[in-house]
């Protein structure tokens, strides 16, 4: 089992995107997580309201999202992560769970060293390659730290709204159990094929691509 954690501060928070869409998120800091990033969870929808009787709730759509300040902030083409985000805080609100932001930038290696990836993938290595020539493993990320923010939140079963198999087995190894796992979206653009065809390939994603085939 993973160390506990506690809830630091909630404290509301509108939410607007830029293509208009508007809702509200009831936004957790956490004490005592393992690696002392500051990680964030928007309960959104019923979550974004005090539990009054949460013995009464539905189990929660959750998806653990890992940051990504090219793709989240300023709409980076060469991935999927912002319209992921997108398409994520909707559903999450219509259905009642939560958001996990996680500080995991660059499948875990940091926005420098994901920046310095990139330029070798601009000389043919694919994104996974490119983490292990810069010595680092295809993906660093650890979800113990999402595990600690849902046991805190009283959540210890999810639907998972995620296509990587990676986070379900690292959540049921921390004693998440997951009733459902919900794919997201396919943002398939010119410029990130080869980015999801290589998701799909060597990390088992769940992407149902035109031109990938078992």
């Not at 070798?120 to 979800?143: C, K, M």
């Not at 990587?164 to 998440?176: F, V």
């Amino acid at each position: 089992m993973h160390p506990t954690a506690t809830i630091r501060t909630e404290v509301i928070v509108p939410l607007r995107f830029p293509d208009g869409y508007a809702t509200t998120a009831r936004v957790y800091s956490f004490a005592g997580l393992v690696d002392g990033r500051e990680h964030l969870a928007f309960g959104l929808g019923d979550r974004a309201e005090p539990a009054v009787v949460p013995a009464e709730r539905s189990v929660p759509l959750v998806r653990p999202h890992s940051e990504c300040l090219t793709g989240d902030v300023f709409g980076s083409q060469r991935c999927d992560c912002g319209p992921q985000l997108r398409e994520s805080v909707e559903r999450i609100a219509d259905r009642g769970g939560y958001l996990l932001y996680l500080r995991q930038e660059g499948r875990g290696i940091g926005l420098y060293a994901k920046l310095a990836a990139y330029a070798l993938q601009d000389t043919g290595l694919d994104t996974y390659e490119a983490n292990i020539a810069l010595g680092h493993q295809a993906d660093e990320r650890d979800y113990t730290v999402a595990a600690q923010m849902l046991t805190a939140l009283g959540v210890d079963r999810v639907a998972l709204l995620s296509n990587n198999p990676d986070k379900s087995a690292q959540l049921n190894r921390h004693g998440i159990a997951i009733s459902e796992r919900v794919t997201t979206g396919v943002f398939l653009s010119p410029a990130n094929a080869d980015y999801l065809a290589i998701k799909a390939t060597h990390g088992a994603h769940t992407l149902d691509l035109p031109f990938v085939h078992d």
